[in-house]
């Protein structure tokens, strides 16, 4: 793996310890080419934490470019800036679902910034919550009042086969959108899910509707995933984006900061973690397939941890075939999964790997994209 690439992977670790940063001495003493660093880094949305190990750490910027610097340090006061916008939004949305009894929690980048990263290092323009099904009318009338708009499609503008495909490989209700008068933030995202999981698409479910049952607050009042649940939920999501064709030909394929809040989530609560007790609630769950996928991908991408030894080593038995972990295409539709047949790096920095997807799949593109654009 080149060194730029080293680079922008150490760039992505919500929490350095002392080897990290023997690790970014030594990179820095390298001919480096900081254009490419700076564009993974802006790709990869890790501009921003970058920026904070570089100033939180002191580590000399005379090899940095004075205006990747600049840059760097730009886009970290425009994720703070957001970050104040979004979290006024969601607290106050957070309030009016309580005052309705509407049971919810918190999901993925928002939590992720409140209990793993740094401040402002995690930007996200979308809000996501899980709630029950039943609560949703409450919930949308809740947002559209607070100025969201729905981006509901009329289900008598589809045919049968359409929502036939979308009822297969949807997981959220209908997104919101509200626009921003900010010069730092055009629109917040918001989406209601009701079910966790992408292995809607791959023809069963997990066991998870309990999981409203089993939340806590953060410091700000809003309710959360336990560990446990945010954890298999962060690798359902990962594996998901990772391995499903609509995903991959619109690049959220193993974007580095999905696997960096996996492995920061484990570094960060590596003593609150009991390992047989989290692996028993995988299965029982039946994610079996994602948490093992991740975990094998977060130890190539980082390194091996005894965390992520353990963890991989309890899961083994219950894996039939490990080769799942280069396979894509699985969802719902299509005839047969392939073998993305490139390396980690090329799947990581190289959206020409990305091409090697759409040519092998053409065909049922085209056939797909009849009645859904993500694959157009």
């Avoid at 004075?66 to 916008?85: G, T």
């Avoid at 729905?150 to 209700?173: A, H």
Wanted: aromatic share 12%; hydrophobic share 40%; charged share 25%.
């Amino acid at each position: 793996m080149t060194l730029e690439h080293q680079l922008v992977i150490l760039f992505s670790k919500p929490i350095w310890h002392d080897a990290d940063k023997e690790k970014h001495e030594f990179l820095e003493c390298q001919q480096l080419n900081w254009g490419n660093v700076f564009s993974q880094l802006i790709l990869h949305k890790l501009s921003s934490l970058a920026y904070h190990h570089i100033i939180q750490y002191g580590l000399t910027k005379n090899s940095i470019p004075r205006s990747i610097m600049s840059n760097l340090e730009n886009a970290y006061k425009i994720v703070e800036m957001q970050q104040l916008l979004i979290s006024k939004e969601v607290i106050v949305l957070c309030e009016r679902m309580n005052e309705a009894k509407i049971r919810y929690c918190a999901l993925k980048g928002f939590v992720l910034q409140n209990i793993l990263y740094p401040p402002n290092t995690r930007p996200s323009s979308d809000v996501d919550f899980f709630i029950n099904r039943d609560d949703y009318p409450k919930a949308s009338e809740i947002a559209v009042a607070l100025g969201f708009e729905s981006e509901n499609i009329s289900p008598n503008n589809m045919t049968k086969q359409e929502r036939l495909y979308l009822l297969l490989n949807t997981y959220e209700f209908p997104e919101f959108v509200k626009k921003i008068d900010s010069v730092f933030l055009k629109k917040i995202l918001l989406d209601f899910q009701h079910s966790y999981s992408f292995f809607r698409q791959l023809g069963y479910t997990t066991k998870v509707e309990n999981e409203l049952d089993s939340t806590i607050s953060m410091e700000n009042e809003v309710k959360c995933q336990t560990n446990s649940d945010l954890f298999i939920h962060l690798c359902t999501h990962t594996f998901g984006d990772s391995i499903v064709i609509s995903e991959i030909v619109d690049h959220k394929a193993f974007k580095i900061r999905s696997f960096a809040d996996i492995y920061g989530f484990l570094d960060k609560f590596e003593v609150e973690i009991n390992e047989v007790q989290l692996i028993q609630k995988v299965i029982n769950t039946n994610t079996i397939m994602p948490v093992y996928f991740c975990l094998h991908y977060c130890k190539e991408i980082y390194g091996a941890t005894e965390k992520l030894e353990t963890l991989l080593e309890l899961l083994r038995p219950s894996i039939d075939d490990i080769n799942f972990v280069n396979m894509c295409g699985m969802e719902n539709g299509m005839e047969k999964a392939m073998v993305w047949d490139c390396s980690l790096e090329e799947k990581l920095f190289d959206r020409r790997s990305v091409d090697k997807v759409k040519t092998a799949y053409a065909p049922l593109l085209e056939r797909y994209a009849k009645y859904d654009n993500r694959f157009r």
